[in-house]
C-alpha cells in the first residue's frame, strides 16, 4: 500500500485562485459543511467529520477543496490537518466565504453538532 504522503498536496497560489472553481467546490453540500465545520473548529483532522460518507469519498471532498484553494492540508504525524484559507479567500475575493458560510447553512450536508459562528 502507497503512502498517503507518497505523492504532494497540491495547493494553489493566492494568486491562482479562481472564482468558479471556488464556487464550483462550495456548491456541494458535503464540501460546504466541511467548510462550515472549519469555520467554527479550525485544524481538525479529517477523522473528526462525517462518519456516514465512506473515508474514499471523503477523501475526493477533501481533494477538490484543496485544488480549489479553499482549504489547506497538512500532515502532522498521521493526521492530515485541515484550515480554511481564510486570509487568502477574503483577499482575493473579500466577504465571499464569509457570504457562502451564513447563506450556505440550510444547505450543508447534515453533520452532528454542526453550528454556526
Not at 3 to 8: G, L
Not at 58 to 84: K, P, S, Y
Request: glycine share 8%.
Amino acid at each position: 500500500m502507497a503512502s498517503r504522503t507518497s505523492s504532494p498536496l497540491v495547493h494553489p497560489d493566492a494568486a491562482d485562485f479562481d472564482l468558479f472553481t471556488v464556487m464550483s467546490a462550495l456548491s456541494d453540500p458535503t464540501r460546504l459543511g466541511i467548510v462550515i465545520m472549519l469555520s467554527n473548529d479550525p485544524g481538525l483532522n479529517c477523522g473528526g467529520f462525517y462518519r456516514d460518507v465512506t473515508p474514499s469519498v471523503l477523501t475526493r471532498h477533501f481533494r477538490v477543496l484543496r485544488e480549489a484553494g479553499v482549504i489547506r492540508q497538512e500532515d502532522v504525524g498521521n493526521q492530515r490537518v485541515n484550515t480554511l484559507r481564510r486570509d487568502e479567500l477574503d483577499r482575493r475575493f473579500p466577504g465571499l466565504l464569509d457570504l457562502v458560510i451564513k447563506e450556505g447553512a440550510d444547505r450543508a450536508a447534515p453533520f452532528p453538532g454542526l453550528s454556526l459562528p
